[in-house]
């Protein structure tokens, strides 16, 4: 058994136990050749001496198994807190490196594109009607601007590296 009896394992506590239930078994064999020798003396005095010790065998034998349970349920309960913290940091450790989308990055690629639905409706408005050219040309980057807005959800990208190319005219 490991000298730390905090770093004891189920091997380790199975054999613990069946230490002590050898050692149970040899103190009732001691009993009862005890037993055997007074028996001759005083049978009524011999009986209440074999109970008085077997009782006293029985106890500590329960005794040192319920300290062994406890043992067991409180590394269990350390085991499972130690797994729940590793998996935590795991889990914060594999979203920084996969370096999802943030809100405020999607919130800002959003405002970006309402921006330039803005711009195109007042250039329509100051020019009353679009060049189709103007119209073809806003309706590409409107569409470039989503395709962008796709792949930023996709791949967690940081607004900062696709800063929007002016618009023709802006």
Do not use: C, W, Y
């Given at each position: 058994?490991?000298?730390?009896p905090?770093?004891?394992s189920?091997?380790?506590?199975r ?6 239930q ?7 064999g ?9 028996v001759?003396?005083s049978?009524r ?5 074999l ?10 034998v ?10 067991l349920?409180?590394?269990?309960a350390?085991?499972?807190a130690t797994?729940?913290?590793q998996?935590g940091g ?11 989308a943030?809100g405020?990055?999607?919130k ?14 007042r250039?329509a408005s100051?020019?009353?009607?679009p060049?189709p050219?103007?119209?073809?040309d ?11 807005l796709d ?5 967690g ?6 800063r ?7």
């Amino acid at each position: 058994m490991a000298d730390n009896p905090s770093r004891l394992s189920v091997p380790d506590v199975r054999a613990a136990v069946k230490r002590v239930q050898t050692e149970g078994e040899r103190l009732v064999g001691r009993v009862r050749r005890d037993t055997e020798a007074l028996v001759a003396r005083s049978r009524r005095q011999v009986v209440s001496e074999l109970l008085r010790t077997t009782r006293r065998v029985q106890a500590d034998v329960r005794d040192r198994a319920e300290r062994v349970l406890h043992e067991l349920e409180r590394r269990r309960a350390q085991i499972s807190a130690t797994l729940e913290n590793q998996a935590g940091g795991l889990v914060e450790t594999v979203s920084r490196r996969l370096n999802f989308a943030s809100g405020a990055g999607v919130k800002d690629l959003q405002k970006r594109l309402a921006g330039l639905e803005q711009r195109v409706g007042r250039l329509a408005s100051v020019r009353n009607v679009p060049t189709p050219e103007e119209v073809a040309d806003l309706r590409k980057r409107i569409a470039e601007l989503e395709l962008r807005l796709d792949a930023f959800v996709r791949r967690g990208e940081t607004p900062e590296r696709h800063r929007e190319k002016p618009l023709p005219g802006a």
